[in-house]
T-cell receptor
Framework: GQQLNQSPQSMFIQEGEDVSMNCTSS?????WLWYKQDPGEGPVLLIA?????ELTSNGRLTAQFGITRKDSFLNISASIPSDVGIYFC????????????FGKGTKLSVKP | SAVISQKPSRDICQRGTSLTIQCQVD?????MFWYRQQPGQSLTLIAT?????????ESGFVIDKFPISRPNLTFSTLTVSNMSPEDSSIYLC?????????FGQGTRLTVV
């Protein structure tokens, strides 16, 4: 079945630093989604990507849908303590509405 | 974004018993989804719930263990039956709004 490789698994950074994480897939996706999950909460959608090559920003967050449709990255600029959490990528293949394949997550820790 | 409410938010249950989790969406949606997130892990799709038809289960999940109801376009339930400690997880419901999937806050289940 389809698999998503998300890296890095965890990151420890200083407040103000930029962060980059990425996901690669063994097959093509039509949609890439990036979520953040805080402890005790469900995932919250950060950015959705629909087209190969698409670059989308949401405040300090920027994500791109890879040209090959098999990868995506998420950048966070000028990190702040509230960025702490687990970030998940998720991909959706053609014809599989709602059936998301999730990466294993990137746990972000920010030191003030 | 869609507002999705789940209850209970958490529960501690005895092995051998069953728990029904409810999920309410603030608007009508065609498809609802149930995911499991084991401790420290990513999300895995259990089943897709369509109104008026039986749920579609992913590999490794069966109706006898995880019966699902979908009585209308805004509501669904997931039952975790005959629970064992291995069922201790976070259970999340999800619904699509356009091409984007939104999640409830999750139900944290501990089986003792």
């Amino acid at each position: 079945g389809q698999q998503l490789n998300q890296s890095p698994q965890s990151m420890f950074i200083q407040e103000g630093e930029d962060v980059s994480m990425n996901c690669t897939s063994s097959s093509i996706f039509n949609t890439w989604l990036w979520y953040k999950q805080d402890p005790g909460e469900g995932p919250v959608l950060l950015i959705a990507l629909y087209k190969a090559g698409e670059l989308t920003s949401n405040g300090r967050l920027t994500a791109q849908f890879g040209i090959t449709r098999k990868d995506s990255f998420l950048n966070i600029s000028a990190s702040i303590p509230s960025d702490v959490g687990i970030y998940f990528c998720a991909g959706q293949a053609r014809g599989s509405q709602g059936n998301l394949i999730f990466g294993k997550g990137t746990k972000l820790s920010v030191k003030p | 974004s869609a507002v999705i409410s789940q209850k209970p938010s958490r529960d501690i249950c005895q092995r051998g018993t069953s728990l029904t989790i409810q999920c309410q969406v603030d608007s009508q949606v065609t498809m609802m989804f149930w995911y499991r997130q084991q401790p420290g892990q990513s999300l895995t799709l259990i089943a897709t719930a369509n109104q008026g038809s039986e749920a579609t289960y992913e590999s490794g999940f069966v109706i006898d263990k995880f019966p699902i109801s979908r009585p209308n376009l805004t509501f669904s339930t997931l039952t975790v039956s005959n629970m064992s400690p291995e069922d201790s997880s976070i259970y999340l419901c999800s619904a699509d709004r356009g091409m984007e999937a939104f999640f409830g806050q999750g139900t944290r289940l501990t089986v003792v």
